[in-house]
C-alpha cells in the first residue's frame, strides 16, 4: 500500500533551517511528482512547491523561492524539503503529499510534520 | 495566481441533509478542480478529482460537477463522519491554489 511517511516534530529559533523528509513505499517512486503543503494553526492550505523525483526538477510558489528548497533521494526513495531564514509565520504543519498522474489530485499524504518556530 | 473562493465559510446541517459546497476560480481552470476533507489534527483526504470523479473508496454520496470557473460538492445524504472542513483546489497552474475552506457543523 502507497505510504508516505515524514520526519518527526522539529523546534526552531527565528533564523535558522529545518529540513522535513518524506520516505515513500508502496509504488514506484520516480513515478508521482511529489509536493509540500503547509497548514498554520487555525488555517487553510498553502501549497508550497513539488518536485519531480524522476529528474530532480522543482517548482516553487514565487513566496517560497528563496528559502526552499526540494532534493530527492532516489536510493531510499525520499524527498526532503529544506526552510531557511525561519520566521515565526512559519510554524505549521508541513505535508508532502503524491500527485495523481493527469489531473495532480493529491491523493496520498503523510501524516504531516510539525514545525514550531519560536525563540 | 489563480484565487479560489468557496462559499459558505461554514455552514450547519443535520445528519441526512443534502449538503452543496461552491467553489469558483478566477480564471478558467476547465476540469482541474479538486475536492479535500480534512478532520482536526488529520491530513486532508482526496474525494473528488478532475471536476466530478471519485475517488477509490469514497462514498457515492459524494459529488462533484462544474467546469471552466464554477464548480460544487455535493453530499446527497450526510452522515455523522462527514462534519468536517472541505477545501477545492485548483491544479491546472503553479502555484496550485486551495479555497479558503468550508466548514461543516452538526446543526
Known amino acids: 500500500q502507497v505510504q508516505l511517511v515524514q520526519s518527526g516534530a522539529e523546534v526552531k529559533k527565528p533564523g535558522a533551517s529545518v529540513q522535513v523528509s518524506c520516505k515513500a513505499s508502496?509504488?514506484?517512486?520516480?513515478?508521482?511528482?511529489l509536493h509540500w503543503v503547509r497548514q498554520a494553526p487555525g488555517q487553510g492550505l498553502e501549497w508550497m512547491g513539488r518536485?519531480?523525483?524522476?529528474?530532480?526538477?522543482?517548482n516553487y510558489a514565487q513566496k517560497f523561492q528563496d528559502r526552499v528548497t526540494m532534493t530527492r533521494d532516489t536510493s531510499i526513495s525520499t524527498v526532503y524539503m529544506e526552510v531557511s531564514r525561519l520566521r515565526s509565520d512559519d510554524t505549521a504543519v508541513y505535508y508532502c503529499?503524491?500527485?495523481?498522474?493527469?489531473?495532480?489530485?493529491?491523493?496520498?499524504w503523510g501524516q504531516g510534520t510539525m514545525v514550531t518556530v519560536s525563540s | 495566481d489563480i484565487q479560489m473562493t468557496q462559499s459558505p465559510s461554514s455552514l450547519s446541517a443535520s445528519v441526512g441533509d443534502r449538503v452543496t459546497i461552491t467553489c469558483r476560480a478566477s480564471?478558467?481552470?476547465?476540469?482541474?478542480l479538486n475536492w479535500y476533507q480534512q478532520k482536526p489534527g488529520k491530513a486532508p483526504k482526496l474525494l473528488i478529482y478532475?471536476?466530478?470523479s471519485l475517488q477509490s473508496g469514497v462514498p457515492s454520496r459524494f459529488g462533484g460537477s462544474g467546469s471552466g470557473t464554477d464548480f460544487t460538492l455535493t453530499i446527497s445524504s450526510l452522515q455523522p463522519e462527514d462534519f468536517a472542513t472541505y477545501y477545492c483546489q485548483q491544479s491546472y497552474s503553479t502555484p496550485q491554489t486551495f479555497g479558503q475552506g468550508t466548514k461543516l457543523e452538526i446543526k
Open positions: 518536485i519531480n523525483p524522476n529528474s530532480g526538477d522543482t
Open positions: 503529499t503524491r500527485g495523481r498522474p493527469v489531473s495532480d489530485a493529491f491523493d496520498f
Open positions: 508502496g509504488y514506484t517512486f520516480t513515478g508521482y511528482y
Open positions: 480564471q478558467s481552470i476547465s476540469n482541474y
Open positions: 478532475a471536476a466530478s
